[in-house]
Nanobody, 121 residues
């Protein structure tokens, strides 16, 4: 069983940057990849970005492409989400999740508790 835990959320002004971390533990060898998702107030949870664990292929939601970068440090079992040029509409609880099979924008098996990101105008 894999567990994931997020860290690095906080408050920032528009145009600022934050870096989120997602650390995986347990049987990470069974894991295909990690995805970041977010849930803004009053909205459904949405996909943000994903990376496969072995090859480093990445996927992004259109609204964050060019501003957010997902990366991994396999030695630390950690995936990062570097968020630049943040906008108030990026305000949300951000979740990382692990999946066993290749489905970057689909089903995830294990979820973290989430970390709050707040962007003020």
């Amino acid at each position: 069983q894999v567990q994931v835990a997020e860290s690095g959320g906080g408050s920032v002004q528009a145009g600022g940057s934050l870096r989120l971390s997602c650390t995986a533990s347990g049987h990470t060898s069974n894991m295909y990849g990690i995805g970041w998702h977010r849930r803004a107030p009053g909205k459904e949870r949405e996909f943000v970005a994903a990376i496969d664990w072995s090859g480093g292929s990445t996927w992004y939601e259109k609204s964050v492409k060019g501003r957010f970068t997902i990366s991994r440090d396999s030695a630390k079992n950690t995936v990062y989400l570097q968020m630049n040029s943040l906008k108030p509409e990026d305000t949300a609880v951000y979740f990382c999740a692990a999946q066993r099979y290749s489905d970057p924008k689909g089903t995830y098996d294990v979820w973290g508790q989430g970390t709050q990101v707040s962007v003020s105008s």
